[in-house]
């Protein structure tokens, strides 16, 4: 499985000693529907784009929009697009990835959508999120690759750090920052139990009277979930750096030399 660190410019440096597939946190789509770009290092060069629709407008010119980003991915050398949109599939939305979905085939470079998308644009890389509080991973990747075809699938590893409370009834938890959990984990460090369902970490731990459940990632459960993503012929998955940068070293070896 080829492995990306997703990365804003700030920290782009950074990121590329461990290696050489950036995905560039750098793009969105703009008010007028049109590609913006903020921060990039002028010698930016390879890995991949990743486009964001926050705050954007309606894409009212998708073959527009497609020359933006298909002239970015030739001046950049980028190999394709993670289109991390976030507003729910809309008519616009949608003609523009399949647009940009037939360009970048034509040419040899992916993109990378988000589930939501997946059954409605057909040339393109479905992310399937690996933070699961409930169910079976395995159990839903193998759905998931029947549902969207075997071989379009690709991992949004996301790492869990969640704190629900017990019990739970709306099934809701609380994120947890690194500080948090370090805390937490130095209290329970003798018991801390391992879901082969949900290939995650987890402990109960109760303070001030308030009992939770803590959800955690770590490098091994991390490890496991791209092992089986290999097992089922899952070509690519993402990492989001700062957020996986204490795990870099035993995901990824000791880093490149600079």
């Known amino acids: 499985m080829q492995l990306y660190l997703a ?3 700030d920290k782009q440096q950074e990121a590329a000693r461990y290696t050489d597939r950036l995905a560039h946190v750098a793009y969105r789509v703009g008010r007028d529907g ?3 770009r903020r921060d990039l290092l002028a010698r930016t060069r390879g890995g991949l784009m990743v486009l964001g629709d926050q705050d954007c407008g309606p894409i009212r010119d998708p073959a527009a929009l497609c020359r933006d980003v298909w002239r970015e991915c ?3 050398g980028y190999g394709g697009v993670l289109a991390d949109f976030e507003q729910p599939p809309s008519p616009d939305r949608t003609a523009f990835l399949e647009a940009l979905g037939r360009v970048l085939g034509r040419n040899r470079k992916g993109l990378f959508i988000p589930e939501d998308y997946g059954g409605q644009v057909g040339q393109a890389t479905v992310l399937i999120c690996t933070a699961l509080s409930g169910g079976n991973l395995r159990q839903r990747l193998e759905e ?3 549902r969207f075809g075997r071989g379009r699938l690709a991992l949004d590893l996301q790492r869990l750090r969640m704190s629900f409370p ?4 709306t099934g809701e ?4 920052d690194s500080a948090a959990l370090a805390g937490m984990l130095e209290k329970k460090r003798q018991s801390v139990f391992y879901s082969h369902d949900l290939c995650a970490k987890y402990f109960t731990i109760t303070d001030t009277g308030e009992s939770r459940f803590v959800l955690f990632d770590d490098a091994d ?5 791209i092992n089986m993503g290999n097992e089922l012929g899952i070509g690519a998955g993402f990492l989001m750096y700062p957020e996986a ?7 990824m070896g000791r880093g490149r030399q600079m």
């Open 7 to 9: 990365v804003t410019p």
């Open 34 to 36: 049109r590609l913006t």
């Open 74 to 76: 030739g001046n950049r």
């Open 144 to 146: 998931c690759a029947q």
């Open 166 to 169: 017990l019990p739970c009834p």
């Open 173 to 176: 938890g609380q994120p947890l």
């Open 221 to 225: 459960t991390l490890r496991s979930k």
């Open 245 to 251: 940068v204490d795990l870099l070293q035993e995901l």
